[in-house]
């Protein structure tokens, strides 16, 4: 049996994160992204969402790409304090991307 995977539906995470930011928008989330992330402290999520029920901390990656370690260490420090923070991916799109920002609407 042959293992075929859903084609990236995004040219590059920029697309990507453009693409959950309108989905939260359009669910009327709030959203923060640091633009300008040399002059910040690294590994921060990408993404800040927040609704009227709750706030998602994501950091957005390609199909192949990979936490660094600073990353790694912002996601599992937020967990640990109670947070919903996570890594999100094309192929969470748009089902699972959908279901967990509804359910911070």
Known sequence: MTHTTRPDPFADEAEFQDAVTAMA???RCLTYH???SRRSN?????LVIAGRRGVLYRELKTATG???RAQDEWLSTLVLAGANAA????????VRIHREIRAVS
């Open 25 to 27: 928008q359009t669910l």
């Open 34 to 36: 640091t633009h300008d």
């Open 42 to 46: 690294p590994g921060s999520p990408d």
């Open 66 to 68: 990979r936490l660094s």
């Open 87 to 94: 890594v999100w991916r094309p192929e969470d799109w748009p």
